[in-house]
């Protein structure tokens, strides 16, 4: 992948999106970060971070909606329903990524949920708990929209 995406740091839970942009996490002495670098002519561009509205020392795990206005992620935040929960941040009409909201039940239970995806059509989102694979509908996320965030991120 290149010099811009793999450094001497550590770069784990890569997921591609749609739109054909690259999210992880990169590890270091400083912390951890949140990142996407887009490809262009051949090649990864230095990572940009992410997330002004959440800190990447309380996420893993970026799943981007197949339409690029929702992210899924998993984190052990304060306030949580068990060891692991699943948050959905949206994306604004500037582009900026949103606070992140709990998915809340029936996903998040006092287990450890993760490892989310998107079908390909963005109809349902696939995630772990506790080592088993579970499916909902991609409503529940549109139900946690914030209004002002636009519609139709996931059907």
């Not at 550590?10 to 996490?25: A, N, R, T």
């Not at 989310?116 to 529940?140: E, K, M, N």
């Given at each position: 992948?290149?010099?811009?995406?793999?450094?001497?740091?550590?770069?784990?839970?890569?997921?591609?999106?749609?739109?054909?942009?690259?999210?992880?996490?990169?590890?270091?002495?400083?912390?951890?970060?949140?990142?996407?670098?887009?490809?262009?002519?051949?090649?990864?561009?230095?990572?940009?971070?992410?997330?002004?509205?959440?800190?990447?020392?309380?996420?893993?795990?970026?799943?981007?909606?197949?339409?690029?206005?929702?992210?899924?992620?998993?984190?052990?935040?304060?306030?949580?329903?068990?060891?692991?929960?699943?948050?959905?941040?949206?994306?604004?009409?500037?582009?900026?990524?949103?606070?992140?909201?709990?998915?809340?039940?029936?996903?998040?239970?006092?287990?450890?949920?993760?490892?989310?995806?998107?079908?390909?059509?963005?109809?349902?989102?696939?995630?772990?708990?506790?080592?088993?694979?579970?499916?909902?509908?991609?409503?529940?996320?549109?139900?946690?929209?914030?209004?002002?965030a636009g519609k139709g991120a996931s059907r």
């Open positions: 992948m290149g010099p811009a995406v793999n450094s001497p740091d550590i770069e784990v839970q890569p997921f591609f999106s749609s739109d054909g942009k690259l999210y992880f996490m990169r590890q270091n002495a400083a912390g951890r970060q949140l990142l996407r670098a887009s490809f262009l002519d051949g090649q990864f561009m230095e990572p940009v971070p992410l997330g002004a509205g959440f800190s990447p020392d309380q996420v893993s795990g970026p799943c981007v909606s197949p339409d690029g206005r929702a992210m899924i992620l998993h984190s052990r935040m304060e306030g949580g329903f068990g060891s692991w929960d699943l948050y959905a941040s949206f994306k604004d009409a500037s582009g900026n990524w949103g606070e992140l909201v709990n998915l809340g039940e029936p996903v998040n239970t006092p287990g450890s949920e993760g490892n989310a995806t998107f079908s390909p059509d963005g109809r349902f989102l696939f995630f772990t708990r506790d080592g088993d694979i579970y499916w909902v509908s991609a409503r529940i996320i549109e139900e946690l929209r914030p209004k002002e």
